[in-house]
Every structure is written in structure tokens, then in C-alpha cells.
């Protein structure tokens, strides 16, 4: 191996970019890993929502960047054994570096395991992990990345493209959150609050999944994406939210939507939208927090029976259905290639 260092683009603060050259782990002092030389990563809003703030979870210097496509360059022995992977494989690793042994990994939730919680000091996980923590390489706008032994990754075709490469991790989240959190499938009625890399992601799976009705809702600015949501194939993309019930109103016979997906403001005016859109049954998805409280409509929530859950993340198989989709070929997903 010629290279002695990786340039890296690290986060120094808010909205404050520095490019260094890092060291290249050795592998005689980290055995724990091996070195993935990074072919491209993609872009998450959490990326950009990050990128601007100082505060948890890149409250300290990190290499951003968690949509990690690459291939393995180097490995110890102890890796290559453990992680099942040689030299020269093509890959996409998950953000998540989970313990492999508590309950939670377990039972399949690894994205769940406390060794990889977000932003918890001591905890690993690409695209947040300080740089301070040695080897320091855990994001993946870098020329290199430490693949570490916890990593979870899949095989990449030789023939799948690097840009839908990096958007396997988007797709899997589209279909675990509007197919299997939100249930959406054939016949169904699905509103997306959002019209980001991951909400356009909801409106691809929502439309493999057979839903009658997609509406997308955004912001004043967000044309563009709106325009590629009907593209995509959303019956109703646009800002207003009067026109947008009046539509799934007309569309469904007044039986109203049976999921909502709130991928962008997680206000309690957004659930109170959400939960006048939603059937009675139906479910609705909160993908984004803000910090502080968030006040919930309960009465209105309790008396249409509503199913309230979080949209945490990717489950291995939503990856690894996602993978295949994209193997297969017959996904837009270029369109979201910008
Ligand atoms: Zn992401
Ligand atoms: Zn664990």
C-alpha cells in the first residue's frame, strides 16, 4: 500500500469545513479493522442538518458522511475472519457499528444496540464518531474509511452504478418506513410530509408497493422536488394542506389516508395535519424529533385510533431488499441523482 494518509473533510464546527491529511490506521495497533477505500458517499439530510450545528451529535470534530460505498483495502486477520471479507470486495456499509452480543443485536434491532447510539460518547458509528477517536477515519468524505470490525455491509454488482450505489441506504429506508413501519401496500393511501432524498425514497417504494394515492407535501422553495415527487409518481405534490386533504378527501371517498409520514417538521402542527389526513386506524410516522417537547394531540390521536411510532433507521433486510432493487434495475432512481 502506497498511501500513508487519507484526505478527509472534517467537521470543525458549525457549517466549517477543514481538509486534512489523517493518518492511514495500522493495523499491527488496530487489529479491530481494515481500510476501505471510499468510492463515493452519499448525501443524508442528517448530513446537512449536522453540518450546520455545533451541538450532538458532531458537537467535536468528525468526518461527516454515513452512505458509505467502497472497497476493502487492506484488513487484519482477526477482521477478515470476522467481518467474512477479502481484499478488493466492492461494498456498502451501514451506519451502524453495533456490539453483535447484547440483546437487542440479538434479536435483529442491531441499529438499536447502545454500543452504536447516536452521539453517545464511547459509542461508534460512521459519519458521527469524533475524529479524537482513534483511528479517527469514520466518515465517508474521506478518501479512506476504517471498516471496523462491528461493520454490517452488503456485496455490491459489479454493475450497479456508484451514485444508485449510494442511494441503496435511502431506499431501504423509504421501504422500511412506508412499507413495513407504515404498512402501506396495494390499494393504500400514503402521505409524506417532506420532500427530501428520503421522502422521495418513500414515494419510489409506496409506488413498488402498489399505493392508490401518494401526496407529498413541502415548503414554499421545494419545487423542484415536488415536481420530481409527481415524477415519481405522487397523485398530489404541493405546499398548500387544505388542497392536499380535500384531494385525499375526493381520492379515498372520505375514508382519509392509512399512513402519514412526517420526514420533515415533527411539530405538533404537522401531527395535528397528520392526524385529520389519517382513517380512522391508521398510523402515523414521526421521522424527525426536534429537541424539546413536543406536544401530542392525544384525544384527537385516541379517539381515531391512531398508531403513533418513530421512523428509526434501517433494518438489514430493508438494506438488502433495497440492494436488490437496485440490481434489478427497474427503479427511477437516477432522477434523484443530482
Ligand atoms: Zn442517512
Ligand atoms: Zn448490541
Same mark, same amino acid.
Given at each position: 500500500?502506497?498511501?500513508?494518509?487519507?484526505?478527509?473533510? =472534517?467537521?470543525?464546527?458549525?457549517?466549517?469545513?477543514?481538509?486534512?491529511?489523517?493518518?492511514?490506521?495500522?493495523?499491527?495497533?488496530?487489529?479491530?479493522?481494515?481500510?476501505?477505500?471510499?468510492?463515493?458517499?452519499?448525501?443524508?439530510?442528517?448530513?446537512?442538518?449536522?453540518?450546520?450545528?455545533?451541538?450532538?451529535?458532531?458537537?467535536?470534530?468528525?468526518?461527516?458522511?454515513?452512505?458509505?460505498?467502497?472497497?476493502?483495502?487492506?484488513?487484519?486477520?482477526?477482521?477478515?475472519?470476522?467481518?467474512?471479507?477479502?481484499?478488493?470486495?466492492?461494498?456498502?456499509?451501514?451506519?451502524?457499528?453495533?456490539?453483535?452480543?447484547? =440483546?437487542?443485536?440479538?434479536?435483529?434491532?442491531?441499529?438499536?444496540?447502545?454500543?452504536?447510539?447516536?452521539?453517545?460518547?464511547?459509542?461508534?458509528?460512521?459519519?458521527?464518531?469524533?475524529?479524537?477517536?482513534?483511528?479517527?477515519?469514520?466518515?465517508?468524505?474521506?478518501?479512506?474509511?476504517?471498516?471496523? &470490525?462491528?461493520?454490517?455491509?452488503?456485496?455490491?454488482?459489479?454493475?450497479?452504478?456508484?451514485?444508485?450505489?449510494?442511494?441503496?441506504?435511502?431506499?431501504?429506508?423509504?421501504?422500511?418506513?412506508?412499507?413495513?413501519?407504515?404498512?402501506?401496500?396495494?390499494?393504500?393511501?400514503?402521505?409524506?410530509?417532506?420532500?427530501?432524498?428520503?421522502?422521495?425514497?418513500?414515494?419510489?417504494?409506496?409506488?413498488?408497493?402498489?399505493?392508490?394515492?401518494?401526496?407529498?407535501?413541502?415548503?414554499?422553495?421545494?419545487?423542484?422536488?415536488? &415536481?420530481?415527487?409527481? &415524477?415519481?409518481?405522487?397523485?398530489?405534490?404541493?405546499?398548500?394542506?387544505?388542497?392536499?386533504?380535500?384531494?385525499?378527501?375526493?381520492?379515498?371517498?372520505?375514508?382519509?389516508?392509512?399512513?402519514?409520514?412526517?420526514?420533515?417538521?415533527? +411539530?405538533?402542527? +404537522?401531527?395535528?395535519?397528520?392526524?385529520?389526513?389519517?382513517?380512522?386506524?391508521?398510523?402515523?410516522?414521526?421521522?424527525?424529533?426536534?429537541?424539546?417537547?413536543?406536544?401530542?394531540?392525544?384525544?384527537?390521536?385516541?379517539?381515531?385510533?391512531?398508531?403513533?411510532?418513530?421512523?428509526?433507521?434501517?433494518?438489514?433486510?430493508?438494506?438488502?431488499?433495497?440492494?436488490?432493487?437496485?440490481?434489478?434495475?427497474?427503479?427511477?432512481?437516477?432522477?434523484?441523482?443530482?
Amino acid at each position: 500500500m502506497s498511501h500513508k494518509s487519507a484526505c478527509a473533510a =472534517v467537521k470543525m464546527g458549525a457549517s466549517t469545513t477543514e481538509i486534512q491529511e489523517l493518518p492511514l490506521p495500522d493495523l499491527q495497533r488496530h487489529p479491530e479493522g481494515g481500510l476501505l477505500r471510499v468510492e463515493a458517499t452519499g448525501l443524508c439530510g442528517a448530513d446537512v442538518m449536522w453540518y450546520s450545528r455545533a451541538d450532538e451529535p458532531t458537537d467535536q470534530p468528525a468526518i461527516l458522511g454515513h452512505h458509505i460505498v467502497g472497497v476493502v483495502e487492506e484488513l487484519s486477520d482477526r477482521a477478515a475472519s470476522r467481518l467474512s471479507l477479502a481484499v478488493g470486495d466492492r461494498i456498502l456499509i451501514e451506519e451502524y457499528l453495533p456490539c453483535g452480543t447484547c =440483546v437487542l443485536c440479538r434479536e435483529g434491532d442491531y441499529r438499536f444496540c447502545p454500543q452504536t447510539a447516536l452521539g453517545d460518547p464511547g459509542a461508534l458509528r460512521y459519519g458521527s464518531t469524533p475524529v479524537a477517536t482513534e483511528p479517527g477515519l469514520w466518515g465517508g468524505y474521506s478518501e479512506y474509511a476504517f471498516l471496523h &470490525e462491528r461493520s454490517v455491509w452488503h456485496r455490491l454488482s459489479p454493475e450497479t452504478s456508484t451514485e444508485q450505489a449510494t442511494l441503496i441506504l435511502p431506499l431501504s429506508n423509504g421501504i422500511q418506513w412506508v412499507q413495513w413501519d407504515g404498512g402501506i401496500g396495494y390499494g393504500d393511501t400514503v402521505v409524506i410530509i417532506g420532500p427530501g432524498q428520503h421522502g422521495l425514497c418513500g414515494v419510489i417504494a409506496a409506488q413498488a408497493a402498489g399505493a392508490a394515492n401518494i401526496v407529498v407535501l413541502g415548503l414554499p422553495g421545494d419545487e423542484g422536488r415536488l &415536481e420530481l415527487a409527481r &415524477e415519481l409518481g405522487a397523485a398530489f405534490a404541493g405546499v398548500d394542506t387544505a388542497a392536499a386533504l380535500e384531494m385525499i378527501r375526493d381520492a379515498t371517498d372520505g375514508q382519509l389516508a392509512d399512513a402519514v409520514l412526517d420526514m420533515a417538521a415533527g +411539530t405538533t402542527a +404537522t401531527l395535528e395535519f397528520g392526524l385529520d389526513a389519517l382513517r380512522t386506524g391508521g398510523r402515523l410516522l414521526a421521522g424527525v424529533w426536534p429537541a424539546g417537547a413536543t406536544p401530542i394531540p392525544l384525544r384527537k390521536l385516541a379517539t381515531k385510533r391512531i398508531t403513533l411510532r418513530p421512523l428509526r433507521g434501517h433494518s438489514y433486510e430493508a438494506v438488502d431488499a433495497a440492494r436488490r432493487a437496485v440490481e434489478r434495475g427497474n427503479l427511477p432512481l437516477d432522477l434523484l441523482c443530482t
